[in-house]
């Protein structure tokens, strides 16, 4: 049995908009961003449907192309969105759970352990592999929460050549294990997380470029009584660490990072989420490159096509190539 992929594209408080509007119905290459993600879900040979939550009508009309609709082979539903992101993805798991886009129902007892697979809208350099990849570690984690990563080296390659050049520069969250970026990939058995609504805050609160962000949060935090002090210290040693990172000062990034590990962020967050979590490290790295300003969506734009050739090459390169069925399928 395959797993249901979520694909988030609403437009309520966490939504960041481009150009005055979601992000997700931009377009590229004549597809809308979230078209893009629908059809790379469609060569993942882990997935058997998709569910995309946000604005029925606008997403029937950018799903609706024949673009796209000559590629789509597994069931593609479309679920009205709630008030946030969290709501998103709880109700958009219900809906699954009773195979119904209009109303959905909570888990009996013997469907708490439900995995779906949920991932961001506006990705369009993500490969199959990617997703095929990160799902299959999951799995093998066997834990309630999987959140997905890319090592710095992965996205490197989306910067600039020279100053002035076209290109992507992101932040990274700087640890002692390396510099990670957090890929919008998500593996979850929902049921099973004990405090939903501390993702949503966490999600709200990203963008770690913005200290007063990573400061509110860590605030939340100690109130919370969860972790106290000692996360609140956490989430401040890795944004002084990015800050570093990003200013060119590496020995000062690193030697800040040297307190903070991939395995104490992973038990900070299982507690703070009350729920057994791990990250999972992908390398390919398509999945990590979102797109948020307007600079980012025109270099993407400008770059796309051999961006996704390079995506592409490097995912069969990482993670061997797709189920021959598949590949025929694409001819």
């Known amino acids: ?49 998709v569910w995309v939550v946000g604005d029925t009508e606008r997403l029937e009309q950018a799903l609706g192309s024949q673009q796209l609709t000559s590629t789509l082979r597994k069931p593609l539903h479309i679920v009205p969105q709630q008030r946030d992101l969290i709501s998103n993805a709880w109700e958009t798991y219900r809906r699954v759970l009773s195979g119904d886009v209009t109303k959905g129902r909570d888990p009996n007892p013997d469907e708490l352990d439900t995995e779906v697979f949920l991932l961001s809208g506006d990705v369009p350099l993500a490969t199959p592999q990617e997703f095929s990849s990160f799902i299959k570690a999951s799995q093998v984690a066997n834990v309630d929460y999987t959140l997905g990563l890319c090592p710095a080296e992965s996205l490197d390659i989306f910067r600039p050549e020279q100053t002035g050049g076209s290109g992507i520069s992101v932040a990274y969250f700087n640890v002692r294990d390396g510099r990670f970026r957090q890929n919008n990939l998500h593996y979850a058995r929902p049921a099973r997380i004990g405090r939903l609504d501390r993702i949503e805050e966490m999600y709200e609160l990203r963008h770690q470029r913005r200290f007063w962000n990573m400061f509110t949060l860590a605030i939340r935090i100690l109130a919370s009584r969860v972790g106290g002090f000692k996360i609140a210290m956490l989430f401040s040693m890795m944004h002084f660490a990015g800050v570093a990172d990003r ?35 992908t390398e390919s790295g398509g999945c990590g490159l979102d797109i948020d300003t307007e600079e980012e969506y025109e270099v993407i734009r400008e770059r796309f096509t051999q961006w996704l050739k390079d995506q592409k090459a490097r995912s069969i390169e990482l993670h061997g190539p797709l189920p021959q069925r598949l590949e025929d399928q694409r001819q």
């Open 1 to 49: 049995m395959g797993i249901p992929a979520i694909v988030t594209a609403g437009d309520s408080r966490a939504a960041k908009a481009v150009y005055g509007k979601s992000k997700v119905y931009l377009e590229i290459d004549g597809l809308p961003l979230v078209a893009h993600v629908v059809r790379a879900l469609q060569d993942c040979p882990e997935v058997d449907a």
């Open 247 to 281: 200013k060119g000062r590496k020995k000062l990034a690193r030697f800040l990072a040297r307190a903070v590990t991939l395995e104490i962020n992973r038990a900070t967050i299982s507690k703070i989420l009350d729920t057994r979590f791990t990250f999972i490290v």
